[in-house]
């Protein structure tokens, strides 16, 4: 283990590159997150990153175990997510997005009646504007920020 740790130690700019495009591109293709053709190429792209990681490390066996590790260190995440979904869910009750959906679509369907409008009430005067507050802070001789005319 030391020996993976001193290689790690003296990784460059472009094994951190070829890592992180490898960590990116195998996210990318094991997730929803792009359809079956994208993930193919990203798949391939992710496949080329590792093997170029692989061979600018020196030795490159480093770099093979390397990205085995951050494959099974993925996988265990999902594995580990993936069951506390099913604990949760199993737990409070899954809800399918489509009868959530639908019950909203059924909640918009009754619409409440309108209510009745109010006669609309006569002007007498118009509103006095009141004085900025500023002003009378600062005093009558200090600009103040209403829009009245001068």
């Known amino acids: 283990m030391s020996e993976l740790h001193h290689s790690l130690e003296t990784m460059g700019v472009l094994q951190f590159l070829f890592a992180v495009a490898f960590l990116i591109c195998y996210s990318l293709a094991i997730g929803d997150f792009l359809g079956p053709g994208a993930r193919v190429s990203v798949a391939l792209f992710g496949l080329v990153s590792a ?3 692989s061979v600018f490390t020196d030795p490159w066996v480093h770099g ?4 085995a590790f951050a494959v099974i260190g993925i996988g265990l995440f999902l ?5 506390l979904k099913l604990v949760f869910a199993s ?8 009868a959530a959906y639908g019950d909203a679509l059924s909640a918009s369907a009754t619409e409440p009646a309108p209510l009745p409008e109010a006669p609309p009430q006569p002007r007498t005067s118009p509103d006095p504007v009141a ?3 500023i002003g009378r802070l600062l005093g009558s001789d200090v600009p103040s920020f209403d829009q009245r005319a001068s």
Not at 79 to 83: N, S, V
């Open 131 to 133: 004085e900025a507050p």
């Open 91 to 98: 737990a409070v009750g899954e809800v399918s997005v489509e």
């Open 64 to 67: 093979v175990l390397l990205t």
């Open 79 to 83: 594995g580990i997510a993936w069951m």
């Open 51 to 53: 093997v170029g990681f």
